[in-house]
């Protein structure tokens, strides 16, 4: 059993954390109630989402052509575009071009692709300060944290932990409220703003016909990392195409939605460059980082490239009866959830993360509330199915699971020996529906047995 899976399963206990339950089923709510909201400004939201998924799965089908024509127009725009494999090379030019700076202070707005490539311990050991500059993002920083969530950082605190922290880290008050803290947080940040030599944004989208880049926030932390350095840095996956500027609203009302519940997000930017001469605000540099990471892998297979569609709405964590007991951590990635358990072991390895395909009820609630139609359970099930072919699992469990297939071929398999054999069979492992439940008993006479001896046959 590999190492991720025992720390998985034994980070699973945090379901019966009742106080961790009951911060995060809290905030769940909250935005459950939103979202519902949200989408009733749709007369037709099934065409909207039918709509966001062809254009998403048109790029994701031809991702080359449209990376080129992003290029190309980004080159235009006078952007520089760095192309990078994996997170170290991503890392690698990131700190080739702060060093050619002397940059020694770095804003970051809320980007998980900077946390997939550890963007922060990186520049930290290379004597640069990254600030988080999102309220969500600087409390977990400030705790020494990763992000909970892919949309709200700080979801499993609550405004007691906030207040708690923030008394240890700044001796602000105990009893702090939630507006006083942000407003000490705003204090902070200000200065780090206009001191900032680098400001780092990640992409919600990336335009192809117009090479420029949109962001969507409600802090206006986004734009203040961008208005005030003098370098903006963007570091983007390649899958966050799409065709044209013609389809950001679509995309902004549909991500707005599903993952806070509003009609539009409060901040809504596009950028197409550096300042231009007769501009006195804005970067003088703009460099767009375009990571693969495995992502062309993906790109790749027959079904899975749909999972490129994603726009990280978080909206299937948010119904996932998985995550909203186990939490984000649990899974000890940075992509959580069931778009997580999908992508993650293709980019990590499924030899160490197949186990994430498993944390799963296939209930289905994900594909339903996808904005983008990704068929996320099924495509659950065709990784457990990658995982059996290629033997990934232990021993036992590949012996069972080859036991499972034959005795359930036919019935006449199942029928071989009697309901007390096949209890003796099913308790040989005790725990495995875990120690708070009992495997039901089978019944000494299968169905079909029973059924053939009441007609006579």
Same mark, same amino acid.
């Given at each position: 059993?590999? =190492?991720?899976?025992?720390?998985?399963? /034994?980070?699973?206990?945090?379901?019966?954390? =009742?106080?961790?339950?009951?911060?995060?089923?809290? #905030?769940?709510?909250?935005?459950?109630?939103?979202?519902?909201?949200?989408?009733? !400004?749709?007369?037709?939201?099934?065409?909207?989402?039918?709509?966001?998924?062809?254009?998403?799965?048109?790029?994701?089908?031809?991702?080359?052509?449209?990376?080129?024509?992003?290029?190309?127009?980004?080159?235009? @725009?006078?952007?520089?575009?760095?192309?990078?494999?994996?997170?170290?090379?991503?890392?690698? /030019?990131?700190? %080739?071009?702060?060093?050619?700076?002397?940059?020694?202070?770095?804003?970051?707005?809320?980007?998980? *692709?900077?946390? /997939?490539?550890? $963007?922060? +311990?990186?520049?930290? =050991?290379?004597?640069?300060?990254?600030?988080?500059?999102? $309220?969500?993002?600087?409390?977990?920083?400030?705790?020494? +944290?990763?992000?909970?969530? *892919?949309?709200?950082?700080?979801?499993?605190?609550?405004?007691?932990?906030?207040?708690?922290?923030?008394?240890?880290?700044?001796?602000?008050?105990?009893?702090?409220?939630?507006?006083?803290?942000?407003?000490?947080? !705003?204090?902070?940040?200000? %200065?780090?703003?206009?001191?900032?030599?680098?400001?780092?944004?990640?992409?919600?989208?990336?335009?192809?016909?117009?090479?420029?880049?949109?962001?969507?926030?409600?802090?206006?932390?986004?734009?203040?990392?961008?208005?005030?350095?003098?370098?903006?840095?963007?570091?983007?996956?390649?899958?966050?195409?799409?065709?044209?500027?013609?389809?950001?609203?679509?995309?902004?009302?549909?991500?707005?939605?599903?993952?806070?519940?509003?009609?539009?997000?409060?901040?809504?930017?596009?950028?197409?460059?550096?300042?231009?001469? #007769? /501009?006195?605000?804005?970067?003088?540099?703009?460099?767009?980082?375009?990571?693969?990471?495995?992502?062309?892998?993906?790109?790749?297979?027959?079904?899975?490239?749909?999972?490129?569609?994603?726009?990280?709405?978080?909206?299937?964590?948010?119904?996932?009866?998985?995550?909203? #007991?186990?939490?984000?951590?649990?899974?000890?990635?940075?992509?959580?959830?069931?778009?997580?358990?999908?992508?993650?072991?293709?980019?990590?390895?499924?030899?160490?993360?197949?186990?994430?395909?498993?944390?799963?009820?296939?209930?289905?609630?994900?594909?339903?509330?996808?904005?983008?139609?990704?068929?996320?359970?099924?495509?659950?099930?065709?990784?457990? =199915?990658?995982?059996?072919?290629?033997?990934?699992?232990?021993?036992?469990?590949?012996?069972?699971?080859?036991?499972?297939?034959?005795?359930?071929? %036919? !019935?006449?398999?199942?029928?071989?020996?009697?309901?007390?054999?096949?209890?003796?069979? $099913?308790?040989? @492992?005790? #725990?495995?529906?875990?120690?708070?439940?009992?495997?039901?008993?089978?019944?000494? %006479?299968?169905?079909?047995?029973?059924?053939?001896?009441?007609?006579?046959?």
């Amino acid at each position: 059993m590999p =190492k991720t899976k025992d720390i998985f399963v /034994e980070d699973s206990k945090i379901a019966f954390d =009742k106080k961790h339950r009951k911060t995060i089923n809290f #905030n769940i709510s909250r935005y459950d109630a939103a979202v519902s909201k949200g989408k009733l !400004r749709y007369t037709n939201l099934e065409l909207a989402k039918q709509r966001a998924s062809y254009l998403k799965e048109k790029v994701a089908a031809n991702l080359g052509r449209y990376l080129e024509e992003f290029e190309k127009n980004a080159l235009k @725009n006078n952007i520089s575009v760095i192309w990078a494999r994996n997170g170290e090379e991503a890392v690698s /030019e990131i700190i %080739k071009v702060l060093k050619k700076e002397n940059a020694r202070l770095l804003v970051k707005s809320k980007s998980m *692709i900077s946390e /997939e490539i550890e $963007l922060n +311990e990186n520049l930290e =050991k290379s004597g640069i300060e990254p600030v988080e500059t999102d $309220l969500g993002e600087f409390i977990v920083q400030v705790a020494g +944290e990763k992000p909970y969530h *892919i949309l709200t950082p700080a979801m499993h605190k609550s405004k007691e932990d906030v207040a708690e922290l923030f008394h240890k880290k700044f001796d602000t008050p105990e009893d702090s409220t939630p507006t006083e803290l942000t407003l000490f947080v !705003r204090k902070v940040l200000r %200065k780090k703003f206009t001191s900032a030599q680098v400001g780092v944004t990640g992409a919600n989208f990336l335009i192809a016909d117009k090479g420029g880049v949109a962001l969507t926030e409600n802090e206006g932390n986004g734009i203040m990392s961008v208005a005030f350095p003098k370098i903006h840095i963007v570091i983007s996956g390649i899958e966050k195409l799409i065709p044209s500027i013609n389809d950001l609203p679509l995309f902004l009302q549909l991500l707005s939605a599903h993952g806070t519940g509003q009609q539009v997000t409060v901040y809504n930017s596009l950028f197409t460059g550096p300042k231009k001469d #007769n /501009e006195s605000n804005g970067p003088e540099k703009m460099i767009v980082v375009l990571l693969d990471n495995n992502r062309t892998e993906i790109a790749k297979e027959k079904e899975h490239f749909k999972a490129l569609k994603c726009i990280r709405c978080g909206a299937c964590l948010n119904t996932c009866p998985i995550y909203k #007991n186990v939490g984000g951590y649990t899974y000890g990635v940075t992509y959580t959830g069931p778009i997580g358990s999908v992508i993650t072991p293709f980019m990590n390895g499924f030899k160490n993360y197949n186990h994430l395909s498993y944390a799963c009820s296939v209930c289905g609630a994900c594909s339903e509330v996808c904005p983008v139609k990704i068929p996320l359970h099924d495509l659950l099930l065709l990784n457990r =199915k990658k995982s059996v072919e290629n033997n990934y699992g232990t021993l036992a469990w590949n012996a069972g699971m080859k036991a499972y297939e034959w005795a359930f071929k %036919k !019935r006449k398999n199942v029928d071989l020996v009697n309901g007390k054999i096949k209890n003796k069979i $099913l308790k040989t @492992n005790k #725990n495995v529906l875990g120690n708070q439940k009992e495997f039901p008993e089978v019944a000494q %006479k299968s169905f079909s047995k029973t059924w053939k001896s009441n007609l006579n046959l």
